[in-house]
C-alpha cells in the first residue's frame, strides 16, 4: 500500500518501504540521521513537468537550493534538465555534476561581480536580473569581458501566493524583483546598456503554493509587460514561470506539475504567445516528497505534561520545524504491535527548545526504532548546519534494485579541518 502524495513510499509487512527497501534496514546498515532519497520519484516529477511542456521550445530548470546533493543534480541533468541557481557555488556543483552552462538560469538578489564573471565565463544561459543597481554591475562586468550577458528581468508581480511569509516572494514587501509599474524602464534601461542582451521575463511568486490561481494572476501581469515591450518592438524570447509548487506535507491537495503547467500554457497560448520559449524552475516539488529523513530514538521521556520522545536528528539536520513551524510527518519505520501508541512530541538532542521535528504525534514506538521524517526531499540537507558540533548526516540514494551511498557522513575531522589555533 503507498502513502497518500508518495507514490514510491510504502507499507510492506509491517514496514516502511521506499522503492521497496526497508527503511529500517537503511537506516541500520549506513546509521543515523540518514536521508534517503528514490531517484525513480524525482525522475517521476521531472517527467510531469516535461510531459505538459512537450512538444513546444521549453527548460525544465530544477531549482537546486531545494537540494543540491550531486548525485541529485545528476539524476536531473540525465533527465534532461536545466538549473536555476542562485550562487556561484551552485553554478560549481552543476558542473561539476554534469550539468550543462546553457541550460543554467542565475537568480537571486545579491549576485556578486566575482559570480557574474564565473558565470559568464562558463556561458549560462541567462542571468535573472532583479534591481537596476544588479543590471549596471552586470553590464559594466560583462562588457570589461568583451561580453554581452543575457538576461531576463524579474518581475515582482504583486500577487499573493497565500502561503508562510518567509517563503512568499511576489509581494511588494519582498525583497525580490522588480517592481511591475518600474518593469518597462528597466527594460528600456537594460536594452540601453552595452553589457546586456535582453532575452526574456521571468517572475517567481513563492514556495509551497497550492492552487493555480496565484500562478495565473501572476501570468497575466507578466504577459501585459510581454505586450507592451512588444508593441515597443521589443520581441522576448522566453518567459520564465518561476518555480513554487506545494507538495502534499499533511492534507494539502496542490495541483499536479502537469495540471499547473497545462493551465499556464492554456493561458499564455490563448493570449497569443504560444511561440514564445516557456521555462519553469520548479524546486520542492521536483525532491520533496521524494525523500526522507531517517532518525533512531534514542530515549523516550514520558512526563506530566509532556512525553518526550527524544531522536538523534535535530533541527541542524532538519530545521524546517523550527523556522517555518513546518509540519512534517514523521512514521515510525517499523509497525509495532505489541507497543501501545502514545502522544509524544519528537524532538532531537540540541540545545534549544525550538529544537522539535514534530509535535503532539501519535505514535507506537520503543528505544532503538527507526523513525522517517516523510518530505524531506527539499529544503533538508541543503539547510543543514553544523549546530552543537554535529556533523551532517550521510545521505543514501535507492535506484530500483541498486542502494547508492550518495555522500558520506561528516566527520568531526572535516568538520573543523579548516579552523585554527592562535599562536
Ligand atoms: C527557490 C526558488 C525557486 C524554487 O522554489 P520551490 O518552492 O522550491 O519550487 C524557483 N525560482 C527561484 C528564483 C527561487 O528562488
Redesign the pocket.
Known amino acids: 500500500m503507498t502513502l497518500p502524495g508518495h507514490p514510491f513510499l510504502a507499507s510492506h509487512d509491517d514496514q516502511l518501504t521506499l522503492e521497496g527497501h526497508s527503511l529500517t534496514e537503511l537506516g541500520r546498515r549506513f546509521g543515523t540521521p540518514l536521508y534517503v532519497y528514490s531517484r525513480n520519484a524525482m525522475r517521476a516529477q521531472a517527467a510531469s513537468y516535461q510531459r505538459a511542456l512537450a512538444g513546444r521550445s521549453h527548460l525544465v530548470c530544477y531549482?537546486m537550493?531545494?537540494n543540491s546533493s550531486l548525485a541529485v543534480l545528476q539524476t536531473f541533468a540525465e533527465a534532461g534538465c536545466g538549473f536555476?541557481i542562485?550562487s556561484g557555488g551552485e553554478l560549481q556543483r552543476v558542473l561539476t555534476a554534469g550539468g550543462r552552462a546553457d541550460r543554467i538560469v542565475f537568480?537571486?538578489v545579491g549576485k556578486t561581480a566575482e559570480e557574474m564573471r564565473l558565470a559568464l565565463d562558463a556561458r549560462v544561459r541567462c542571468f535573472?536580473v532583479e534591481s537596476e543597481a544588479e543590471l549596471s554591475v552586470l553590464s559594466e562586468v560583462a562588457h570589461a569581458m568583451g561580453r554581452r550577458a543575457p538576461v531576463s528581468l524579474?518581475v515582482n508581480p504583486d500577487v499573493d501566493a497565500g502561503t508562510h511569509p518567509y517563503?512568499s516572494?511576489g509581494l511588494k514587501a519582498n525583497k525580490?524583483g522588480i517592481a511591475h509599474e518600474q518593469a518597462l524602464a528597466a527594460y528600456a534601461r537594460a536594452r540601453a546598456l552595452p553589457g546586456i542582451e535582453v532575452m526574456g521575463i521571468d517572475c517567481?511568486i513563492?514556495?509551497?503554493?497550492t492552487s493555480a490561481s496565484p500562478y495565473l494572476d501572476a501570468l497575466d501581469r507578466l504577459l501585459d509587460l510581454v505586450d507592451a515591450l512588444s508593441a515597443q518592438g521589443v520581441d522576448l524570447q522566453h518567459i520564465d514561470l518561476?518555480?513554487?509548487?506545494?507538495i502534499t506535507y499533511t492534507d494539502e491537495e496542490p495541483p499536479s506539475a502537469e495540471d499547473l503547467v497545462r493551465q499556464m500554457l492554456g493561458r499564455i497560448d490563448a493570449r497569443g504567445h504560444g511561440h514564445r520559449e516557456v521555462l519553469v524552475?520548479?524546486?520542492?516539488?521536483l525532491v520533496g516528497n521524494a525523500g526522507v529523513l531517517l532518525s533512531s530514538v534514542l530515549y523516550l521521556k514520558p512526563g506530566e505534561e509532556k512525553n518526550f520522545c527524544i531522536v538523534d536528528a535535530a533541527m541542524n539536520d532538519l530545521v524546517r520545524p523550527a523556522m517555518y513551524q513546518a509540519w512534517m510527518r514523521i512514521e515510525p519505520c517499523q509497525r509495532r504491535g505489541s507497543t501501545v501508541a502514545r502522544t509524544w512530541d519528537v524532538v532531537g538532542p540540541v540545545c534549544e527548545s525550538g529544537d522539535w521535528l514534530g509535535h503532539d504525534r501519535k505514535l507506537a514506538v520503543e528505544q532503538g526504532d527507526v523513525l522517517a521524517v516523510l518530505s524531506a526531499g527539499?529544503?533538508g540537507m541543503t539547510m543543514a548546519s553544523n549546530y552543537n558540533t554535529r556533523p551532517r548526516a550521510a545521505e543514501v540514494m535507492v535506484d530500483g534494485d541498486a542502494v547508492h551511498l550518495i555522500r558520506e557522513r561528516e566527520s568531526i575531522e572535516q568538520l573543523i579541518a579548516g579552523e585554527r589555533l592562535i599562536g
Open positions: 531549482a537550493k531545494a536555476d542562485v537568480s537571486g535573472n524579474r517563503i516572494t525580490f517567481h513563492g514556495s509551497q503554493i518561476g518555480g513554487g509548487l506545494g524552475e520548479p524546486g520542492r516539488s527539499a529544503y
